[in-house]
Each structure stands twice: as C-alpha cells, then as structure tokens.
C-alpha cells in the first residue's frame, strides 16, 4: 500500500541554520505530495505541494521538489527561525478509489535555538 | 484561521462512555475528512464524506462512526470509550471537486478517556 518515510526526529537547528528534512514515498501512479507543520498547540496547515514530477513547492523560504526517480520529497530552508520551531509532517494523496485522503509520515519536531 | 472549526476542543470522559465531536467545513467545502492523531498510531485517516455520503473509510473501528448532514457539518461518535482511544481529532475539508485539492484542517478536539 502506499506509505511516507520521514527522517527521525528531533532536529535541533541554530537560529539561520540550513534545514533538511527527508521524505520519501511509496504509491502506485502519481500521487501529489504535501509539507504539513503544526505549531504547539495548533491544528495542521499547509506549508506547500507537488501535484506532478519535478514540481516544486514554496512557501514562506521552505522547498520541495517532486522527484518521481528517487520517489522522495525533502523539505529544504535556507535560513531557519525561532519561529519555525514545529512538528512537520510530509504527506501523499493519490486519489485512487475517488478519495483525496491524505497518508502521513510519523512528523519530525524541529526545534530552533537563538 | 483555516475556516473549518471543531468543537469541543476539549473533552474528558471515561471508559464506556460515548462522545459526539462536531465538525463545520469551510464555506462551500463539499468533503469532510476526520483524522486521528496519536503518540503511538501518528496520524491516521479515518473516514471522509462528500456531500452527505460516505466516500471512503480508513483504519476506523466498529465502535466509531460519522454522518455528514444536508448543512454539511460532520460529526463523529465515539463509542464504548477505552484508554487507548485517547487522542487528537482532526477534521478537515476541502472542495471535494476531485485531483489534488488542499485539505484545511480544524484545530481539533483533544479527547482524553480515563
């Protein structure tokens, strides 16, 4: 069945640090892959997605890029904040049998330190 | 504000009990999916209607069960309570018009069984 890896977690960064968070995914046909982050507290929000190979999602100086050959989505930022300080979860739909439900790696915690 | 909302967001119970958790979608949002949340599962589908019909099921148990209604709103009921279904509840909704359309999710309701 169709299935998200995600790196361990925690990652523990230094304010302005470079971010790499590993995702990679298992599906049959063209699935669109997700960046989901959830804040302390809070309910999951989109932070970007890929609807189709080589794609790349972007938003608030986060990126992913689609790549069907190594069937992975990593999440990347330059810069990294405070304020980025979250769990992120890495997801797959594949709309197979008329259903857009979302399939979930286990979350990584980021945790950025001043 | 994602514009899905959740009630109650909190909810203490006991073992054997039922519970009613509401969900409301986004204005002109036809699907509803409900989501589980746990230390041990992660973050699992459970179910998801579209317009008042149920469209697909997950890892949902006998004891639980949802309707959407003709306004739209979801509910889930909960059943015969046991400690381990102790969890974050998450509903989301989206357009339902089929590919890959964004799921926003609700803030969800913690439930916890003692």
Redesign the interface.
């Known amino acids: 069945g169709n299935s998200v890896t995600q790196m361990e977690g925690p990652v523990t960064l230094s304010e302005e640090a470079f971010l790499t968070i590993n995702c990679t995914y298992t599906a049959t046909g063209y699935p ?1 892959l997700f960046w ?1 982050v959830q804040y302390p507290g ?5 932070l970007l ?1 890929a ?1 189709k190979a080589d794609d790349k999602g972007s938003n608030k100086g986060f990126e992913a890029t689609y790549r069907k050959e190594t069937t992975s989505f990593h999440l990347e930022k330059g810069s990294v904040q405070v304020s980025d300080s979250a769990v992120y ?1 890495c997801a797959l ?1 594949s ?1 197979s ?11 990584t915690t980021l945790q950025v330190k001043p | 504000d994602s514009g899905v909302t959740q009630t109650p967001k909190h909810l203490i119970t006991a073992t054997g009990q039922r519970v009613t958790l509401r969900c409301s979608p986004r204005s002109g949002d036809l699907s509803v999916y409900w989501y589980q949340q746990s230390l041990d599962q992660g973050l699992q589908f459970l179910i998801q209607y579209y317009n008042g019909e149920e469209r697909a099921k997950g890892n949902i148990l006998e004891r639980f069960s949802a309707q959407q209604f003709p306004d739209l709103h979801s509910e889930l009921n909960l059943s015969s309570l046991e400690l381990g279904d102790s969890a974050l509840y998450f509903c989301a909704s989206s357009s339902g018009t089929g590919g890959p359309d964004t799921q926003y999710f609700g803030p969800g309701t913690r439930l916890t069984v003692l």
């Not at chain 1, 809070?42 to 989109?46: D, M, S, T």
Request: hydrophobic share 30%; no cysteine; glycine share 22%.
């Open positions: 669109s989901y809070e309910g999951l929000q989109l997605k609807t979860f739909s709309f049998g008329n259903t857009g439900k979302l399939i979930f790696g286990q979350g």
